[in-house]
Nanobody, 130 residues
């Protein structure tokens, strides 16, 4: 499995932005679809966005569409496999953000459920103050 580590979280005022990074090691990250999830206190982990192994296809949750952008870097020059650029952050975006990876299977399908991903990072805290 690929090992993942998130970074880039922090405290930001409402309306601000953060760029989250997901570093990958252990396997070739370009063979994996990468997703971002988040979990707020007392709530279940929820899907935020996913990007295909090629970087061509993306899916966003309705709650972040138009505000967040998922990208990836399949070059050999960085350990960062994927990014989540957040903007116009709201207090309800406060959560621990996780990146996750699932091997690409050659189909058009992109996973969006927690139980469809086999590798997870430890998370990075994002706190948005009002």
């Amino acid at each position: 499995q690929v090992q993942l580590a998130e970074s880039g979280g922090g405290l930001v005022q409402a309306g601000g932005s953060l760029r989250l990074s997901c570093a990958a090691s252990g396997r070739t990250a370009s063979n994996y679809h990468i997703g971002w999830f988040r979990q707020a206190p007392e709530k279940e982990r929820e899907f935020v966005a996913v990007i295909s192994s090629s970087g061509v296809r993306k899916i966003y949750s309705d709650s972040v569409k138009g505000r967040f952008t998922i990208t990836r870097d399949n070059s050999m020059n960085t350990m960062n496999a994927a990014y989540l650029q957040t903007s116009n952050l709201k207090p309800e975006d406060t959560a621990v953000y996780y990146c996750a990876a699932q091997p690409a299977d050659g189909t058009y399908y992109l996973p969006t459920q927690v139980n469809e991903f086999t590798s997870w990072g430890q998370g990075t805290q994002v706190t948005v103050s009002s």
